[in-house]
C-alpha cells in the first residue's frame, strides 16, 4: 500500500481535505485501490481521481463532497442505501470505477468530439439507453452530451449517481427526459432525432 504523489507527503492536506484522506486511506488499506495519483476533475460536488487497483489496472476514484449543498439536496437521497456506495467514511462517499481513457488521460467526452457519421452515434446511443432500460433496469437522469465518454469508436455512459430503477415512479419522466436532452444535442449537429414516444414504444 502506497499513496503515491508527486510532491512531499506534507503537501497531501493542501490537496485533499481530511475527509477525502481519510476515505482514500480506508480504500488502499482495504485493497480497494493500491495507488491514487493526483485529481483529474474537480466539480462542485465531488472529485474525480486517477489510480490503480491492486491488480494494476486504472482506475477512477470519484469522492462525493456529502457537504457541499448541491450533493445534500440533490444526490444524496438517492445514494443513501445505495449498495454501490457502501463505503461511506462520515461524510464522505466514494465509488471506483474503471477508467476510461489511457495513461491517466481521460478518453473526451461526446462535448469534446468533433463526430464523423453523428447519425450513427446518435443511434448507438439511443440503443445504450434501451439496453439500459430492458437489460439493467436503469434510468440514468442525468443524461447528456457531458455524461457520454467516447473511448474508441463506442460511447460510454457515466456518471450514474442519480440513476433510478425502472420501478421508480418517475422513471418514465426520467427517461424522457434523458432523450430529450439527447435529441436536442443531435439536432444541433443536423441529425434526425426520434421522440422519446416512438423510442420508448408501449415500455
Ligand atoms: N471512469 C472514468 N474514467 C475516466 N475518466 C472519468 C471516469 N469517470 C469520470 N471521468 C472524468 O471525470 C469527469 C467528470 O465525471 P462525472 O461526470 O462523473 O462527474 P461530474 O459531472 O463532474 O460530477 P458531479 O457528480 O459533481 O456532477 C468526466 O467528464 C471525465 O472526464
Ligand atoms: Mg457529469
Do not use: C
Amino acid at each position: 500500500m502506497r499513496v503515491k504523489w508527486s510532491e512531499d507527503t506534507e503537501s497531501l492536506e493542501e490537496v485533499f481535505d481530511r475527509r477525502t484522506i481519510m476515505t482514500v486511506l480506508k480504500m488502499l488499506n482495504t485493497g480497494i485501490l493500491k495507488e491514487l495519483h493526483g485529481a483529474m476533475k474537480s466539480g462542485k460536488e465531488s472529485k474525480i481521481y486517477h489510480g490503480l487497483d491492486p491488480k494494476g489496472q486504472e482506475v477512477a476514484v470519484k469522492i462525493f463532497l456529502t457537504t457541499s449543498n448541491i450533493f445534500r439536496h440533490g444526490r444524496l437521497k438517492y445514494i443513501r442505501g445505495d449498495p454501490r456506495f457502501k463505503d461511506i467514511a462520515h461524510d464522505t462517499v466514494s465509488l471506483v470505477d474503471g477508467f476510461i481513457g489511457k495513461d491517466g488521460i481521460p478518453a473526451p467526452v461526446l462535448r469534446e468530439v468533433r463526430l464523423q457519421a453523428a447519425a450513427d452515434w446518435y443511434e448507438k446511443i439511443i440503443e445504450l439507453i434501451k439496453q439500459l432500460y430492458d437489460e439493467a433496469k436503469l434510468v440514468h437522469g442525468d443524461l447528456s452530451e457531458y455524461n457520454i465518454m467516447i473511448p474508441d469508436g463506442y460511447p460510454v455512459l457515466i456518471d450514474f449517481g442519480q440513476a433510478v430503477t425502472t420501478e421508480h415512479p418517475e422513471a418514465r419522466a426520467f427517461l424522457e427526459r434523458d432523450i430529450e436532452n439527447i435529441n436536442r444535442y443531435f439536432s444541433g449537429l443536423n441529425v434526425r432525432t426520434r421522440t422519446p414516444a416512438k423510442i420508448i414504444g408501449a415500455r
